[in-house]
Each structure stands twice: as structure tokens, then as C-alpha cells.
């Protein structure tokens, strides 16, 4: 099954053992020295062991006084950090996965605050419209200085025994500032007609080959940065060309820069393949090999793209964050257990924190140390543990305790399992939430648990098991705020739109709360032909989606026709209309509509808990039930307490 996938591949002098790359992505999980943790080891190995072919590290610093992209980064400024990054190289190796070091520099698209020196710098003195702050022009010294420490952070790199290097050319960090018209303004060496913008990148390829011979250099670069005055897709087959004749063994292709993020970390909206032009444009002009992202949840994509002859390698990024095993349930023919990629951006958020990469998919990313068969109790013996409800934390906690040799039983009142993920894939966009919940129902048949649908667990039920344990996950449902007129005919709760129950056209609609669940709601009652204004009685809009989702929306509902009014607290319900108070001011105001749906989301409902801890001396509560939020909240609540239960 999906033969070229996991053939076996050439990049430079090195053998690779199957078609799948894991391109770099930040983490944030190196000791805060800049030396590899033993928890970014464990990520790694995690993923070599699965069956990646080539592993390329995250952001790596060359230059400590004006390249830091955070503080919990690897780095290879100097030979003290060439014994950590052995571990990592010899962790790797040992599945026979290769691995390249990849050597980066920010430049202007970063903040000071991360900086030895404090400013940042770049080819020219351009600000990052996203990161807003000067950057320091770089003199023709200090490039020549900046090309030196790139070369010496490639032997750092030879030194702890990686595979090769992989320089960052793309994203509009500092080499691609030198490549791009965009950001390169400069009348030195280093800027003017092409190949003066080439020769930053020039100088470091040359010297590594020449100081370091027979050492693999990747180059992973922006072949379309949808800028009007970047560099396009046919500058980009032309930088192709280049770096393949200055020697450069492999190109690993991307797109995008900080100003066109969407394009580089895409989210649901962005489907599989979408940029699949780019590499395949690539690979017609050089010889070399192709490695590229294309948004790939899928092993069937995978396969596909190399069918097509679109790359030579094919870069699972994310996909690889949110099932370790990808790789390995590919070749075993097992796709159905892969936790595929959602699109929800939340990893990247989550690293704009400073704080480890969190996936809403993969509740052990970032703690493979602590969440391993190794550290997984065989405790069970068979013994019985009911579990009560039977959505993402139910099912995530039942298949622990499975692992664990436990028989769980799972009560789900409803007729399928899924609990509210139910209703959050239905919007449009949201199908890869429909695949997490399918994932989740095959892995939990997978291991055998026992599910008893359509049955409301009664104490007497639970009783009947004699369990060694009870796992409470039914903890949570939509509610309507307490003001005047929410118990009239014209409401109703946005599960109820959402699931089809209660369905209106070409009416006036006040939806309440601007949250993910109200501006969902609000988009697919637009699309069904209602004007729909959304009210909030605080200033934030869709909390907590990544920037870019954010963006999306406020377009999207814009395009819709979609009103929406911050600061406004919903303070009572007529037949023809709402009245409304200023948060901050509580002036009044009225809003003509015909109908009104609560999106303010789920509360906690704690009765089946506390009943059930009236009756049974080993009780845990997971998920909801705790605390609402999202789905990787749930997942890493059930996983945690489960572990340990």
C-alpha cells in the first residue's frame, strides 16, 4: 500500500528510507539554553520511530546577538551546543531516519526583546508589518560577518553528526529578505538585480561546500510569496535554477511570508493540494530533488502528489504534530486510526505564547516523555470502568484505560458518539472535525470497548458492572442567558440551527455571543438567506481562533451581510424585536429581528457527577464536566486523569 510513499529516496549522498519529510516547525520545547531538552529528543524520536524518512529541525539560531526567533529555540551558534544536538542526531538515527539541522536567522520578522543585542536587523531598514518594529539596515560588513555564522553553524551541525542543513530561505525570514525584491533595497553586493539578491545565500552555500565538503545543503525557500512586488512563481523557478547550480542537493518548497501567513500555516479553509503548482512548477525546471508542504492530511494525497510527479518528497508537517504514528498506521494500511490534522491552527497559537506546541488533536503532543508505553500502567486485569458519556473526553479516556488492560463500558445517551462534536463539524469548512470524530469511534472500536448507545446510564446500570472505577464525561449543554422573553417560540439555541431542527429564511436574526460558536452559527444562517446581526457584550470576536481564522471570518460575514455589534448586552427578548444596553455606558437600545439564537456556547452540568459520586468510592470527572472549552482541552483532561486513575 501507497508503494512510492514508502519507497526509498535519494537526497544528495544520503539514502532515505521512505518519501516522508518532517519540515521544521516551531516548538518551543529546547532548554531555554538553546540546547536540545530530553523533551524535544523524545518529540523527534517519536516520529523517526513511526517511519519518517527525513527529519528537518525546527528553527535553529546561528547568531545569538541578532537571530533569536524565541527563547526556548535550538541553537548552533557556537560548539558548546554541538554535544545536546548529538543526542538528538543519535535518537534519530537509530531508526534509521536522517536528519538536518536547519539554520535560520529572523531578521526583521521578529521582536527585540528576543535579541542578545536588542534591535533586530534586516537587508533593509523595512518594518515587518506584522511584527511593526525598525529593523538596523545591515552593513556590507556585518552581511559578510552574518554569512560566517551560518557557515559556522554548519559545522556545529557536522560536529553532532546530523545528516546535512537545511538553510531557511523562506517565510520572509532574513534569507529570504535578501532574495526578495519585496524587503531588498539595497545598492551594495547584496542587493540590486538578482543575482545581487542571490549573493547572501550564495556566499553561505559556497562556503559551507567548501569548508565542509561533501556535506548536504537543502534549501527551503518561498517560490511564491503572493506579494504584488515579491517574488512570484516564475522568480521562484528562476532562484530554483540557481541554488541548483551552486550545488545546493535538495529544495524544500514553500510559500508565504509573515504578510501572507495564511498561505504558509493554512487553516480549515485551505484545502489539501491547493499549492500544489509551486512545487510542481519547481520540479520541471531542476534536476535536484523536491520535497513540499501541501496542506496533506491524507495518505492517499500523499501518494497522489508523487504520482502526479509534483514532488520527489512529500513534507507532512502538522499532520505529523497530530498523529506521531502517521506514518507508521499509513504503511500498515490503518489511515482510519490516523488523528488527522483539523486545520484549527490552535499549535500555532499556542506558540505565539512562548509555551510548548499544543495540538486540539494529539492530547500527548509536546509530553511524548511523559505519555508513553513505557510510562502507561498494565494495570487492569480485566477489571471493569464505566465511563459516562460518550464524546471526545469519554472516548479518549476509555481508550487509555483499554491500553491499560481495564474493560471500560461506555454510556452515550445519544444515538452515535461524538457528543458536541456532533454539532461543531457541521459548519461549513469544519469537515476535518468530522474526520477527528471518526477517528476517534474507529480507534475506540480498534480496542475493543464496549459502547451501549442510546442508553442513559442510570446508577443501578453502573452498579450492575461492579466497577473498579467510574469516568464521568457527560458534563456539558447549550443554555440561554436568563433575560425576559428567552422561554418565547422565536428562540432557540444555535445547536438547534446548527443540527437542522429548527431552520429559518429570509428572516431578521439576532444571534447572541460573537464566539466561534455564534460566528459559525451566523455564517450558516447568512448562507441560508436571513440578515443575521450578532451582539457582544464584551469587545472580543471570535476567541480564541488563530489571527489568521479571525481575519477570515471578519471577511466572510462581511461578504454575508453580517452586522456585528460589540459591547452590547442582550437585556431582553420581544416578538419583533431585542433591547439591548451599552456594556459600558447601559444606554439603551432596540434591534428589529424576528428571531433571536443563543451561541454563548455549553455550561457544565454537574448532576450525573455528583450522583455518581454519592454511590462509588473512585469517581474522576474529565472534560467538560470540569471546565468547558475546546476539544484539545477535553482530550488532554481524559488523557491525563486517565493515565493516572
Not at 523524545?42 to 527529519?55: D, Q, T
Not at 527563547?71 to 548552533?76: P, R
Amino acid at each position: 500500500m501507497y508503494e512510492k510513499l514508502f519507497s526509498r529516496g535519494r537526497i544528495g549522498n544520503l539514502e532515505l528510507k521512505s518519501r516522508i519529510v518532517m519540515p521544521p516547525m516551531g516548538t518551543s520545547m529546547a532548554a531555554m539554553n538553546g540546547e536540545a531538552s530530553d523533551r524535544i529528543i523524545r518529540y523527534y524520536e517519536e516520529r523517526a520511530k513511526a517511519g519518517c524518512g527525513l527529519i528537518c529541525t525546527e528553527v535553529t539560531c546561528v547568531d545569538e546577538d541578532w537571530g533569536c526567533a524565541g527563547f526556548y529555540q535550538l541553537h548552533a551558534s557556537s560548539m558548546r551546543y554541538a554535544q545536546s544536538l548529538k543526542k538528538l542526531a543519535d535518537a534519530v538515527h537509530k531508526y534509521d531516519t536522517k536528519i538536518f539541522l536547519q539554520l535560520h536567522h529572523p531578521g526583521r520578522e521578529i521582536n527585540s526583546i528576543y535579541q542578545g543585542k536588542g534591535q533586530i536587523v534586516a537587508p533593509s531598514a523595512i518594518p515587518c508589518p506584522v511584527c511593526r518594529e525598525m529593523p538596523h539596515e545591515l552593513t556590507t560588513a556585518e552581511c559578510e560577518g552574518l554569512v560566517n555564522k551560518f557557515v559556522a553553524a554548519a559545522k556545529v551541525a557536522k560536529m553532532a553528526g546530523m545528516d546535512g542543513v537545511e538553510l531557511h530561505a523562506a517565510h520572509g525570514y532574513l534569507i529570504n529578505q535578501f532574495l526578495s525584491p519585496h524587503t531588498n533595497k539595497r545598492t551594495d553586493k547584496y542587493g540590486g538585480d538578482f543575482f545581487g539578491r542571490m549573493r547572501f545565500i550564495d556566499e553561505i552555500v559556497i562556503n559551507i561546500r567548501m569548508q565542509l565538503p561533501g556535506f548536504p545543503v537543502s534549501v527551503r525557500y518561498s517560490a511564491d510569496e503572493f506579494l504584488p512586488d515579491g517574488i512570484t512563481i516564475e522568480e521562484g523557478v528562476k532562484i530554483a535554477r540557481h541554488l541548483e547550480s551552486i550545488g545546493v542537493v535538495s529544495l524544500n518548497v514553500s510559500c508565504g511570508t509573515y504578510e501572507t501567513g495564511n498561505t504558509i500555516v493554512e487553516p480549515y479553509f485551505r484545502k489539501e493540494m491547493w499549492k500544489k503548482h509551486l512545487a510542481a512548477s519547481v520540479k520541471a525546471a531542476v534536476k535536484i530533488p523536491v520535497i513540499a508542504v501541501n496542506t496533506v492530511k491524507y495518505p492517499a494525497t500523499a501518494e497522489k502528489l508523487l504520482e502526479e510527479g509534483v514532488c520527489d518528497f512529500v513534507a507532512l508537517g502538522r499532520a505529523q504534530l497530530a498523529d506521531p504514528e502517521w506514518a507508521k498506521k499509513a504503511k500498515e494500511g490503518n489511515e482510519k486510526l490516523i488523528r488527522k490534522c483539523m486545520g484549527c491552527m490552535f499549535c500555532f497559537k499556542s506558540a505565539l505564547s512562548g509555551m510548548p506546541i499544543i495540538c486540539n488533536a494529539n492530547p500527548t503532543l509536546g509530553l511524548e516523555e511523559l505519555y508513553n508505553e513505557d510510562t502507561l500502567k498494565k494495570d487492569g486485569n480485566g477489571r471493569t470502568i464505566a465511563v459516562i458519556g460518550g464524546g471526545p473526553a469519554g472516548m479518549q479516556a476509555a481508550q487509555v484505560m483499554a491500553r491499560r488492560g481495564y474493560k471500560p463500558v461506555i454510556f452515550e445517551k445519544g444515538s452515535e458518539l461524538g457528543g458536541q462534536m456532533n454539532i461543531a463539524k457541521l459548519p461549513e469548512n469544519k469537515e476535518m472535525l468530522g474526520e477527528l470524530v471518526k477517528t476517534l469511534i474507529a480507534q475506540t472500536e480498534d480496542l475493543g470497548i464496549e459502547v451501549r448507545l442510546n442508553t442513559e446510564a442510570s446508577i443501578e446500570d453502573i452498579k450492575a458492572l461492579d466497577p473498579a472505577g467510574v469516568i464521568v464525561a457527560a458534563g456539558s449543554k447549550p443554555f440561554k442567558l436568563p433575560v425576559p422573553g428567552a422561554d418565547k417560540e422565536n428562540v432557540s439555541l444555535a445547536s438547534d440551527v446548527l443540527l437542522g431542527n429548527v431552520r429559518y429564511e429570509n428572516k431578521s436574526i439576532v444571534v447572541v455571543g460573537a464566539g466561534v460558536t455564534g460566528i459559525e452559527t451566523a455564517e450558516t444562517l447568512a448562507i441560508q438567506g436571513n440578515k443575521v446581526t450578532i451582539i457582544e457584550m464584551g469587545t472580543a470576536v471570535g476567541d480564541p481562533l488563530y489571527p489568521s481564522l479571525k481575519v477570515y471570518y471578519g471577511k466572510r460575514l462581511a461578504e454575508l451581510g453580517v452586522e456585528i455589534k460589540t459591547m452590547t448586552r442582550l437585556f431582553e427578548i420581544c416578538d419583533d424585536k431585542v433591547v439591548v444596553r451599552n456594556s459600558a455606558t447601559a444606554f439603551r437600545g432596540e434591534i428589529p429581528c424576528d428571531a433571536v439564537v443563543f451561541a454563548n456556547g455549553v455550561r457544565s452540568e454537574r448532576t450525573v457527577a455528583e450522583a455518581c459520586y454519592a454511590n462509588f468510592d473512585k469517581v474522576i470527572c474529565v472534560g467538560d464536566v470540569n471546565n468547558t472549552g475546546l476539544i484539545g482541552d477535553a482530550l488532554r483532561d481524559a488523557n491525563s486523569k486517565a493515565w493516572v486513575f
